[in-house]
């Protein structure tokens, strides 16, 4: 009676060891970047899957998944545990360790798809006193850009503040996961709106040639969604997927923890003013994303990416990403929804591919992915990329960020936001 049950169920078990064992092992796509599927594969997402429920599972239970303060292990955080048991805690560690590639920033943008505006900010704290500073603006009536004097270098040395602050940019919480204020307070370039293309190197605005005027802002951005924490808020079995999916090591899984960082985003509107000598005072709005990350950064592990965030008219937000980091993830896939009810729904499988996207370094210009949902629904994307701003988050690489604004549609439904490409010669 029992071998009449046991027998079938381990002819499968039995055959499944055979296949996988003459499986060989599946090759990465130019080399570098790993798909699903291959030797072992479900059997390791399985066990990756359940190992994540039991971890997200065990947190719930210690109440670690609810705003409410207490202490919280840092060096645990990710894959189900948060690095702070509030959102107040997080917003307001600004601090580094002694690690040389730590990383503390905080990032906005902010689009009107009506009269144009376009606005990118980000402070990232590292050793040192150093700082990387972005600044790019661009205003309804001005037929340039408005750029940091070292445009597209973002290195700033010999920075004495423990906030966000640096090049004459201010980034400070006022109210945490609610409301920032955002000051400038300096010179910007003035650049033509083409200096970012793939021609941005030979462009005289792009080396710094332009004309230098004074810029004073002042803009207070403003929640509008629940915020995102990527270690306890992406979808468990996405992230199953990405684990599986590589080569499994001691290395890999040393390099998981050790190069482990916070990261959460939200989506918001900010307003205010901008002065620029010899022209009259312009009030803003413009609507986009905020987000804030704190850990290891180096951006020579980077050999791509693509992260792309979207507001559309029915009042959903996106956030879909893919990402090569080769010493941890070849090919990470990243996505949720929040709806206009403030819902937050998970995306467990995405399109969005790099090594269809770039083949090389330039970034596409229209293309298309499919993200499904928790919920069950599928939903089509169409990305119709527009102007950029070419950014070098570190004069020691030959690494460039092009920040670009894009045209969304999602399902028929349209919307703006920008996809953030990171490129490297191959």
Same mark, same amino acid.
């Given at each position: 009676m029992l071998a009449s049950i046991v027998l079938p169920l381990c002819v499968p078990v039995f055959l499944y060891i055979?296949?996988? &064992? &003459?499986?060989? !092992?599946?090759?990465?796509?130019?080399?570098?970047? +790993?798909t699903p599927g291959g030797k072992w594969y479900s059997l390791k997402w399985l066990f990756i899957y359940c190992m994540l429920k039991l971890r997200h599972r065990q947190m719930t239970k210690q109440n670690k998944l609810c705003d409410k303060p207490g202490d919280a292990d840092q060096k645990s955080a990710g894959f189900g545990i948060r690095s702070h048991n509030t959102g107040a805690e997080m917003e307001l560690f600004t601090d580094l360790t002694d690690k040389p590639h730590d990383n503390n920033s905080v990032y906005l943008y902010g689009i009107n798809p009506v009269d144009g505006t376009w606005i990118g900010v980000r402070i990232a704290k590292r050793q040192n006193g150093v700082r990387e500073v972005w600044f790019f603006l661009?205003?309804?009536?001005?037929?340039?850009? &408005?750029? &940091?004097?070292?445009?597209?270098?973002?290195?700033?040395?010999?920075?004495? *503040?423990?906030?966000?602050?640096?090049?004459?940019?201010?980034?400070?919480?006022t109210e945490p996961m609610n409301t920032w204020n955002i000051t400038y307070e300096g010179n910007c370039r003035l650049a033509s709106r083409d200096c970012s293309s793939d021609q941005e190197g030979d462009n005289p605005d792009q080396k710094g040639d332009g004309k230098l005027v004074y810029v004073s802002c002042s803009l207070k951005w403003r929640a509008t969604t629940p915020y995102v924490n990527f270690d306890t808020d992406i979808s468990l079995r996405?992230?199953?997927?990405?684990?599986?999916?590589?080569?499994?090591?001691?290395?890999?899984?040393?390099? @998981?923890?050790r190069l482990h960082q916070t990261h959460y985003e939200?989506?918001?509107?900010?307003?205010?003013?901008?002065?620029? $000598?010899?022209?009259?005072?312009?009030?803003?709005?413009?609507? =986009?994303?905020?987000?804030?990350?704190?850990?290891?950064?180096?951006? !020579? /592990?980077?050999? $791509?990416?693509?992260?792309?965030?979207?507001?559309?008219?029915? =009042?959903?937000?996106?956030?879909?990403?893919?990402?090569?980091?080769?010493?941890?993830? *070849?090919?990470?896939?990243?996505?949720?929804?929040?709806?206009?009810?403030?819902? %937050?729904?998970?995306?467990? $499988?995405?399109?969005? *591919?790099?090594?269809?996207?770039?083949?090389?370094?330039?970034?596409?210009?229209?293309?298309?992915? !499919?993200?499904?949902?928790?919920?069950?629904?599928?939903?089509?994307?169409?990305?119709? @990329?527009?102007? $950029?701003?070419?950014?070098?988050?570190? !004069?020691?690489?030959? %690494?460039?960020?092009?920040?670009?604004? +894009?045209?969304?549609?999602?399902?028929?439904?349209?919307?703006? /936001?920008?996809?953030?490409?990171?490129?490297?010669?191959?």
């Amino acid at each position: 009676m029992l071998a009449s049950i046991v027998l079938p169920l381990c002819v499968p078990v039995f055959l499944y060891i055979i296949v996988n &064992l &003459l499986l060989p !092992d599946k090759t990465p796509r130019h080399g570098i970047y +790993a798909t699903p599927g291959g030797k072992w594969y479900s059997l390791k997402w399985l066990f990756i899957y359940c190992m994540l429920k039991l971890r997200h599972r065990q947190m719930t239970k210690q109440n670690k998944l609810c705003d409410k303060p207490g202490d919280a292990d840092q060096k645990s955080a990710g894959f189900g545990i948060r690095s702070h048991n509030t959102g107040a805690e997080m917003e307001l560690f600004t601090d580094l360790t002694d690690k040389p590639h730590d990383n503390n920033s905080v990032y906005l943008y902010g689009i009107n798809p009506v009269d144009g505006t376009w606005i990118g900010v980000r402070i990232a704290k590292r050793q040192n006193g150093v700082r990387e500073v972005w600044f790019f603006l661009r205003l309804p009536g001005l037929n340039y850009d &408005l750029l &940091l004097p070292q445009h597209p270098d973002t290195m700033v040395p010999d920075v004495n *503040s423990n906030g966000f602050e640096g090049a004459g940019l201010k980034i400070e919480v006022t109210e945490p996961m609610n409301t920032w204020n955002i000051t400038y307070e300096g010179n910007c370039r003035l650049a033509s709106r083409d200096c970012s293309s793939d021609q941005e190197g030979d462009n005289p605005d792009q080396k710094g040639d332009g004309k230098l005027v004074y810029v004073s802002c002042s803009l207070k951005w403003r929640a509008t969604t629940p915020y995102v924490n990527f270690d306890t808020d992406i979808s468990l079995r996405l992230m199953a997927q990405n684990i599986a999916k590589e080569k499994w090591t001691r290395e890999f899984f040393d390099n @998981m923890k050790r190069l482990h960082q916070t990261h959460y985003e939200q989506f918001g509107e900010m307003a205010g003013s901008v002065n620029i $000598s010899g022209h009259p005072e312009q009030h803003v709005t413009a609507r =986009g994303v905020r987000d804030r990350s704190f850990g290891p950064r180096m951006w !020579d /592990g980077f050999y $791509s990416y693509c992260l792309l965030f979207a507001q559309f008219q029915d =009042g959903t937000s996106l956030h879909a990403g893919s990402f090569c980091i080769p010493n941890i993830f *070849s090919h990470l896939n990243s996505g949720f929804f929040i709806n206009k009810q403030g819902v %937050i729904v998970k995306t467990v $499988s995405s399109t969005l *591919s790099l090594p269809d996207l770039m083949p090389e370094t330039t970034p596409p210009k229209t293309f298309t992915f !499919d993200m499904k949902m928790e919920n069950g629904a599928t939903y089509n994307f169409t990305v119709d @990329m527009e102007s $950029s701003v070419v950014l070098i988050p570190d !004069d020691k690489l030959d %690494i460039k960020i092009h920040e670009t604004k +894009a045209a969304f549609t999602m399902n028929g439904i349209p919307g703006h /936001g920008i996809g953030e490409w990171l490129t490297r010669p191959r």
